[in-house]
Structure formats: C-alpha cells, structure tokens
C-alpha cells in the first residue's frame, strides 16, 4: 500500500503537470505560412539541397532569398509527409511540453508552482500555441532552453553551460531569433561584470563561441544580414505579429496584468532583500516588455523568461501542510486535465485536411482556386497574401503573385512587392491604375469592394464570386 502511495505521488509530481500541458497544446496547424514552409522542405528532402531562388511566386523572381528557417520546412515537410495534420499537431505539443519544462526547471519551480503556472502559461501563449508546431515554436524551446543552461550556470558554474554553442548551431540553422540568445547571454555577462567587478571568462567565451558557431550555416554571415532587415523595415508595421496589440484588447490586459505582477514580484524580492539573485532576468523581462509594447511577438517570449521572476509570489503562498502540499495543486492540475480531455472532441484533431484548412483558418475556397486554374489566364494577376503559401502547395501551377515569404524582401533598388501589393490591397493606390487585369481577392478587404464598383462600372468584370473570394479581369 505504502509502495502504490509512492508511485502516485511520483505520477502526481513528475508526469501529471506535462500530461496536462501536453493536452492544452494539442491544437490543429493552423500556420498561414505552412503550404510554402511544406514546399521548401520537399524541394530540401528531393534535391539535398536549399531553394535560394524564388521558383513560387510572379513577383521578384530573380530574388535570392536568405532562408533562416532551411532546416525547419525540411523537418515540418518530413513530419507532414509522414504523419500529416496530425503529426504537426503532436510535434507542437511536444515542443510546448518541452518548452515548459526548460522554463519550470530554470525557475526552480516545484509541484505546486507548476500545478499554477503551466495552465496559466499555456493559457497566455495561446494565441501562439493553438498555430500548432512553426518555427516560432522551436525557437521559443531553444530560448527555454538558454535560460536554464544560464540560470544553472548562475548557481553551481557547472560545465553544463558549454552545450550553449551546439544549441546556437541548432538555432541559427531553424530561425533567426537566435540574435536574442545572443542578446541574452550579454545581458546575462553585463550583470556578471557588474556584480563581481570583473568579467566571467567563461560565460564570456561561451557567448563568444555562441556568436561563432552561428556562423555554421549555409548562409554564413549572411544570415545576420538577413536577420538584422526585421529592424527599421517600413512595410513590418503592416504585418500583424510585428505591430503592438490593441489597446484594451484582452490580449493588452493580459500583458498589463502580467507586467504588474511582475512589479509585484519584484517588490516582495526587495523586501526580502533576495532581489540581487534575480537581476539578470529582471532586466531581461523589462527589455522584453518594452519590446512587447512595441511588438507583440517579443510578447511570447517575454512571458516564459520572466517565469522565473514571476514564480516568487506564488513560491511565498505554498501550503505548508505535507497532505495540503499534493492534494491542492493535483486538485487545480486535475481541473485543467479533464478541461483539456472535454475539450479535444471539438477541435476534430483527427479530421485536420486541406479542405478545413482551408475554410477554417484562410477564410479561402477551394473552388475559387480551380475556377481561376481553368481559366488558364495568362493577364498578369494578384492574387491575396494570405492565400500565397496554400496555393504554392496545393495549386502550385497557379503562383501566386505574393506570399508569406516576401514581407520584408526589398531588391538592390529598394522596390518591395509587398509594399506595392499592401497599398493595393487597402486600396490606398488604385487597382485599375496598376499593371494587373486579373485579382483574385478575399471578400474582407478594401480592395474587394474597389473591384466590386469597378465592375458595376463596367471597367472590370467579376467572373467568380464566392462568400470568401473573388475573381475580377480588366475589360479591354
């Protein structure tokens, strides 16, 4: 009896607060981007090497593009190929999983700050967890993982922390956010110096060796350049995950709550006068609030770094009672378990395909796409961003004229697809003023309606309609 107690309490404290997470995060793929992430990873697996031109689209066909996330379409491709939906599905919730391990380790956090902080971390990250595995994701993992190896380093200066430099070879290859990582570990050596007087060697070359390994890569330096172009890029405040979020919006309450409670952490660390141990993360979580604010990417990041600092309040109010100590936060876990159970029947996992892809999440119709396929039109045409990586993948001798690849593409004389398609689209520059004699448009935008007067007008014609999207030709 006493042995069948032991292992329960070893269920309760090491299995079910990843169980829980783990089912929170299963959620179906529901990237925009993921048809042409698909076809770049198939072109990596059937040919052994990286698409560097732009094969897939009409605009800027003769751009080279520095692909930072080579490594990741070759894995989401092999995962798709594989398992399909499903297996993206259950890759993004094993990389969540593992996100908030890294993070429950790096702040120390014992059953019951997990049993409180998990849910409530996957609660917030869900406008980013329910896309489901993207490379987002993986660098989320990866910076996780840095805090921990730091945080560690920061208590016992153990040689754990030289797994730093393979873990940048990693990232560098999967996504460009690893020049945070970089920023990281500086700040964590600035503190260090400051502290002691004198710099931490270690912890310096580690960063020094981060910085070069990342230079591992296909691309070389360049990668840096490319990296460095998400900075002072105009056309970045029209895409949606580089713009703050709206105010007093439930999202913008979020980061406000969450920004005051970790001021309140802060002050019951004073108090204590524990701070001095906590000045690395602090001034990171603030760099990345104030980024937040300006961005609400940096916002998902931010959340789980400041994990660490956040965690004090909730370590101060632990029951002290031996039987209070399991029965409670397995209580708050088992409530967020059977929510995740009852809910998975509506998220029709198994029943993920194109066809509700489709419908679901890009608000497009198949039909639309095969009406505008039999045309076999040769006018030049724009078709709809958001729509650019579903058609490279499932329509792929129909190029789109602009897709998710391009937002920050600008060639050696400055000009940007998406900057010309994006005033169109808001029908800020007029589309009967343009080049193109064909527009295959959603219903929910400006240049729908534009199109719509034009053909009453008889200067266009509407030859498909839909009640997602549109189909328009220039009457000569």
């Known amino acids: 009896m006493q042995q069948l107690k032991s292992i329960a309490e070893v269920f309760l404290k090491n299995c079910l607060p990843y169980l829980v997470v783990f089912l929170m995060a299963l959620y179906p793929s529901s990237d925009t981007d993921l048809g042409w992430h698909l076809k770049y990873g198939e072109y990596l697996v059937q040919n052994g ?40 599905t259950l890759a993004g919730a ?4 593992l996100i908030l391990f890294f993070v429950g380790k790096a702040a120390g956090m014992t059953f019951w700050e997990k049993a409180v902080f998990f849910p409530l971390l996957t609660v917030i990250e869900e406008p980013l967890f329910q896309v489901s595995f993207r490379g987002q994701l993986l660098s989320l993992l990866f910076v996780s993982m840095l805090i921990y190896l730091l945080s560690r380093y920061n208590r016992i200066k153990d040689r754990r922390i030289l797994w730093v430099i393979p873990l940048f070879i990693l990232w560098s290859n999967l996504h460009g956010s690893f020049l945070l990582g970089i920023g990281i570990i500086f700040i964590y050596s600035l503190v260090a110096l400051i502290k002691y007087k004198r710099p931490d060697k270690t912890l310096s070359l580690v960063g020094l060796a ?43 309450w979020t980061l406000v709550f969450w920004g005051l409670f970790l001021i309140a952490n802060v002050w019951y660390l004073h108090r204590k006068k524990k701070l001095s141990s906590s000045w690395e993360i602090l001034i990171i979580s603030a760099v990345l609030f104030l980024l937040s604010s300006w ?22 109010i632990k029951p002290t009672d031996r039987v209070l100590k399991i029965l409670l936060p397995s209580l708050i876990l088992f409530f967020f378990y059977l929510s995740a159970i009852f809910s998975l029947p509506s998220k029709r996992l198994t029943a993920m395909n194109w066809q509700r892809y489709c419908s679901e999440y890009l608000f497009c119709s198949d039909e639309s796409a095969e009406y505008l396929l039999g045309l076999n039109s040769r006018e030049k045409r724009l078709t709809f961003y958001n729509w650019g990586g579903w058609l490279i993948w499932n329509y792929p001798d129909l190029k789109p004229s602009i897709d998710g690849r391009m937002h920050l593409w600008r060639d050696e004389n400055n000009y940007s697809a998406f900057g010309k398609y994006f005033f169109l689209e808001q029908n800020v520059t007029d589309i009967d003023k343009s080049e193109y004699d064909l527009v295959f448009i959603t219903v929910n935008k400006p240049l729908y309606l534009r199109l719509a007067a034009l053909a009453e007008s008889g200067k266009w014609q509407m030859l498909y309609k839909d009640e997602r999207a549109g189909i328009f030709v220039r009457n000569k």
């Open 295 to 316: 961005m609400k990417r940096y916002a998902w990041t931010m959340y789980l770094v400041s994990a660490p600092l956040a965690v004090h309040l909730v370590k101060s």
């Open 49 to 88: 090497r990286i698409l560097r031109e732009n094969i897939h689209s009409l605009e800027m066909t003769d751009y080279q593009w520095i692909n930072s996330s080579w490594a990741i379409d070759g894995i989401t491709y092999l995962i798709y190929n594989s398992w399909g939906f499903l297996g993206l």
């Open 210 to 252: 981060a910085a070069a390994s990342s230079l591992i890569n296909p691309f070389g330096w360049q990668i840096y350049a490319e990296t460095w172009k998400h900075f002072g890029n105009p056309f970045q405040k029209y895409i949606i995950e580089w713009v703050p979020f709206p105010v007093f919006s439930e999202v913008w």
């Open 94 to 97: 094993v990389t969540v999983t």
